[in-house]
T-cell receptor, first 112, second 113 residues
Framework: KQEVTQIPAALSVPEGENLVLNCSFT??????LQWFRQDPGKGLTSLLL?????REQTSGRLNASLDKSSGRSTLYIAASQPGDSATYLC???????????FGEGTQLTVNP | DGGITQSPKYLFRKEGQNVTLSCEQN?????MYWYRQDPGQGLRLIYY???????QKGDIAEGYSVSREKKESFPLTVTSAQKNPTAFYLC????????????FGAGSRLTVL
C-alpha cells in the first residue's frame, strides 16, 4: 500500500526566503506526482504535475522535482511572499489508474 | 466559467440523520471523486466514478453512498451508519480516470451536533 509523507508538517519563513518542501512515497511504481495548494477552508488547486518519466516541472517561482527511484519529490519556492502562505499537499497516482494517495501536507507561513 | 460547485458550504446534522452533499461540474469531465479531509490528515478517498451509472468504493466507503445518474452530478450521502461524520468533504473531477489534473470544488464542512 502506497504511503506518502510530507516533511515538515509546518514551516514559517520570512518574506523573500527560498524554501523547499519535501514529499516521500514508499512505492516507486507511480504514474505521476502532483503538488497542490490549499487555502484555509477551501478546496485544492493543482500547482504542478510531474509524469513518472519526467525529472522536474516549473511554473513561475515554483519548481517541482521527482526522483522516482528514491521515492522523493521536492517543491522549491523561490523568493517567497506572504501570499504563498497555505497548505501544500503532494499526491501520487499509481500505475493502476485513478486513485491518488495524498500526503498530510505542509502548512507554510510566510511572514512579511 | 467552468468548474465544480459543492453545496452546501456548511451543514449541521443531528446524530441519526442522513445528509446529502451536492457536487455539480460543468467541465464535461468523465471521472468524479469524493474525498474526506480531517485536521492534520491527508485526503482520503470515499468513492469515485469513472463514468455515468458506475462507481467504485474508495478507502473509506463505509457509512457513505453515492449515485452517478448524470455526468454532471455526483451526490454523496452521509448515512447514520457513519460513526464520525464531522469532517471537510471535497469533490473533484478529472477529464478521465487516467493521468489527469484533478479539479476540486470548494468543499463542504459537515458538523454533527
Amino acid at each position: 500500500k502506497q504511503e506518502v509523507t510530507q516533511i515538515p508538517a509546518a514551516l514559517s519563513v520570512p518574506e523573500g526566503e527560498n524554501l523547499v518542501l519535501n514529499c516521500s512515497f514508499t512505492d516507486s511504481a507511480i504514474y505521476n506526482l502532483q503538488w497542490f495548494r490549499q487555502d484555509p477552508g477551501k478546496g485544492l488547486t493543482s500547482l504542478l504535475l510531474i509524469q513518472s518519466s519526467q525529472r522536474e516541472q516549473t511554473s513561475g517561482r515554483l519548481n517541482a522535482s521527482l526522483d522516482k527511484s528514491s521515492g522523493r519529490s521536492t517543491l522549491y519556492i523561490a523568493a517567497s511572499q506572504p501570499g504563498d502562505s497555505a497548505t501544500y499537499l503532494c499526491a501520487v497516482q499509481g500505475t493502476s489508474g485513478s486513485r491518488l494517495t495524498f500526503g498530510e501536507g505542509t502548512q507554510l507561513t510566510v511572514n512579511p | 466559467d467552468g468548474g465544480i460547485t459543492q453545496s452546501p458550504k456548511y451543514l449541521f446534522r443531528k446524530e441519526g440523520q442522513n445528509v446529502t452533499l451536492s457536487c455539480e461540474q460543468n467541465l464535461n469531465h468523465d471521472a468524479m471523486y469524493w474525498y474526506r479531509q480531517d485536521p492534520g490528515q491527508g485526503l482520503r478517498l470515499i468513492y469515485y466514478s469513472q463514468i455515468v451509472n458506475d462507481f467504485q468504493k474508495g478507502d473509506i466507503a463505509e457509512g457513505y453512498s453515492v449515485s452517478r445518474e448524470k455526468k454532471e452530478s455526483f451526490p454523496l450521502t452521509v448515512t447514520s451508519a457513519q460513526k464520525n461524520p464531522t469532517a471537510f468533504y471535497l469533490c473533484a473531477s478529472s477529464q478521465n480516470s487516467g493521468a489527469n489534473v484533478l479539479t476540486f470544488g470548494a468543499g463542504s464542512r459537515l458538523t454533527v451536533l
